[in-house]
């Protein structure tokens, strides 16, 4: 959203500026739209400028399918700066005990944003002196230029609340994500399916994952039978011998020539 032209529209939650959308607007919030703002958005229509207010920043994301799809109406995420926030969290607390935990939702009365870590805050304001831009708009600001009082976890996300400064990877049991990569290219060079991946690591969405996120991957040295496997085929994938499959899984294969979809194997 950052890379969007955007302003501040009281109301609005990701939708183009046109003529008629301010024409909505201004009859739904006649005392946010005076004449010079209406002038002003009225300059920006054609130009694909998206509008927003603080808790349509937010809402449009789950409005539009994780930022996958066009945004569209949703009764269930219209919500107000605390209702997204506070009104919907599974964890909250005081500003002073924010964790350095990112898309963690923040609040002060009447007005919300999303931490993104390092003391930095995504939103949408109408403060120009803040968002840098006329009648305000999207911007990255710092968390103490504001005087939040609340964060919250909201939720319908899933958030990683493991401790960062440890190696999680060392153990080569998670995969960290790199420019281009999707879910099916992972499962595939890690001997796995997609919708195992999304199971062990809560994806609400297969097909957006982001660069530097950490997937946490089936154990290595175990195989899920799939129809149509045999010894030989597992094999080859791990450049072993069905032999060595074999003798390591004798207490639940008895015959090498018959195994089953959904055993588990050894290798």
């Known amino acids: ?5 955007t302003v501040y529209m009281w109301g609005g939650y990701g939708k183009i500026v046109t003529n008629s959308l301010i024409s909505q607007k201004k009859r739904q919030y006649p005392s946010h739209y005076p004449e ?14 998206y509008s927003y207010d603080c808790s349509g920043l937010i809402k449009s994301y789950w409005m539009s399918d994780y930022g996958t799809e066009s945004v569209k109406y949703i009764k269930k995420y219209d919500k107000d700066a605390y209702g997204i926030t506070v009104g919907n969290a599974s964890k909250k607390g005081s500003i002073k005990t924010l964790p350095e935990i990112p898309g963690v939702l923040l ?4 007005h919300c944003g999303i931490y993104v870590g390092n003391g930095k805050v995504i939103e949408c304001t109408s403060n120009e002196k803040i968002s840098k831009k006329e009648f305000g708009g999207v911007c990255i600001s710092k968390l103490n230029a504001r005087s939040w009082t ?3 976890m909201s939720k319908w996300l899933v958030y990683d609340e ?3 400064s440890s190696d999680d990877t060392s153990d080569n049991n998670y ?4 420019k281009g990569d999707t879910l099916s290219e992972i499962a595939l060079k890690y001997h796995t399916t997609v919708n195992e991946l999304v199971k062990l690591n809560n994806i609400k969405n297969k097909n957006l994952i982001r660069v530097g996120q950490k997937i946490l991957l089936p154990n290595n040295n175990q195989y899920i039978v799939k129809k149509g496997d045999t010894l030989s085929k597992i094999a080859k994938k791990y450049n072993t011998s069905w032999k060595k499959i074999y003798e390591k899984n004798k207490d639940i294969i008895k015959d090498p020539n018959k195994i089953y979809p959904g055993q588990i194997l050894n290798i």
């Open 1 to 5: 959203m950052l890379k969007k032209k």
């Open 36 to 49: 010079n703002k209406v002038k002003y958005l009225k300059s920006l229509v054609g130009k694909d400028y």
């Open 107 to 110: 609040y002060m009365k009447g």
């Open 150 to 152: 609340n964060w919250a």
């Open 162 to 164: 493991k401790d960062e």
């Open 175 to 178: 995969y960290v994500v790199k």
